[in-house]
């Protein structure tokens, strides 16, 4: 198989609780995307070699890179 873990990952991700809240008036909608994106996604993100991956108030995660100039 080319890709070993990727069923695995993503049984883990859609075991996950992480339904919007339609009435709501933030981003994101539940404390559920937000404990998923910090307890899941960011150590995956770290995991595959990421190092300053940010949860960001409005629910994105960012990891910042260096554009690099080629001569």
């Known amino acids: ?3 070993p873990t990727l069923l695995e990952r993503f049984l883990t991700y859609v075991k996950v609780n992480t339904r919007s809240d339609e009435h709501s008036t933030t981003t994101p909608s539940t404390q ?3 404990d998923f994106a910090t307890n899941v ?5 770290k995991r595959v070699g990421l190092q300053n ?3 960001l108030p409005n629910g994105l995660l960012s990891e910042p890179y260096q554009l ?3 001569v």
């Open 68 to 70: 690099t100039t080629q």
């Open 41 to 45: 996604l960011i150590p995956e993100m």
């Open 53 to 55: 991956v940010y949860y």
């Open 32 to 34: 559920s995307q937000v």
């Open 1 to 3: 198989m080319k890709y």
